[in-house]
T-cell receptor
């Protein structure tokens, strides 16, 4: 059974800092990996989707990497801003629908 | 596009009552997912449909939970009878091609409180 772990559970950084969020999964037989953002009281917004054949995806200040063999993904956020404050969830897609981690709650302090 | 629409946004009910949550997926999407989110367990898939047909309902916790998708533009999740441990945020999501491998678009959720 696929299990997805995100560390740390919470992170607080000063504005402008570059940061990395980590995601690990137990079963490397995946189709894709997605990173989502969730604002308080809101639904999830997809940020990046990496197919299993890809190593990374970039969107603006965000860069996500995937290492299937080690069961790891990272989400890199450059030059963090207070508007980046949210919970970031990693989700893995295999031959069953997405399995989610519990998320990392990010606070960017102005 | 209005995105995935869920109603109601908040529901407070008493134990034993029937609860019906509603979802309208994005037009043209052929896969629909129901999730439940709690602090303890995170986000869990309850059931998903492909072309209005239930594909996997192994995440439905008990027989008290049922879901239907009578057409491509509407789905319901029903809890009967409801219990306090059902209190959670319930999300509906939809995707276009292939379901499993495509980006899912989430609704705003329904926050359910069972007293």
């Amino acid at each position: 059974k696929q299990e997805v772990t995100q560390i740390p559970a919470a992170l607080s950084v000063p504005e402008g800092e570059n940061l990395v969020l980590n995601c690990s999964f137990t079963d490397s037989a995946i189709y894709n990996l997605q990173w989502f953002r969730q604002d308080p009281g809101k639904g999830l917004t997809s940020l990046l989707l990496i197919q299993s054949s890809q190593r990374e995806q970039t969107s603006g200040r965000l860069n996500a990497s995937l290492d299937k063999s080690s069961g790891r993904s990272t989400l890199y956020i450059a030059a963090s801003q207070p508007g980046d404050s949210a919970t970031y969830l990693c989700a893995v897609g295999g031959n069953t629908p997405l399995v989610f981690g519990k998320g990392t709650r990010l606070s960017v302090i102005a | 596009d209005a995105g995935v629409i869920q109603s109601p946004r908040h529901e407070v009910t008493e134990m034993g009552q029937e609860v019906t949550l509603r979802c309208k997926p994005i037009s043209g999407h052929n896969s629909l997912f129901w999730y439940r989110q709690t602090m303890m367990r995170g986000l869990e898939l309850l059931i998903y449909f492909n072309n209005n047909v239930p594909i996997d309902d192994s995440g439905m916790p008990e027989d008290r939970f049922s879901a239907k998708m009578p057409n491509a533009s509407f789905s319901t999740l029903k809890i009967q009878p409801s219990e306090p441990r059902d209190s959670a945020v319930y999300f509906c999501a939809s995707s276009s091609i292939g379901g499993i491998t495509d980006t899912q678009y989430f609704g705003p959720g329904t926050r359910l409180t069972v007293l």
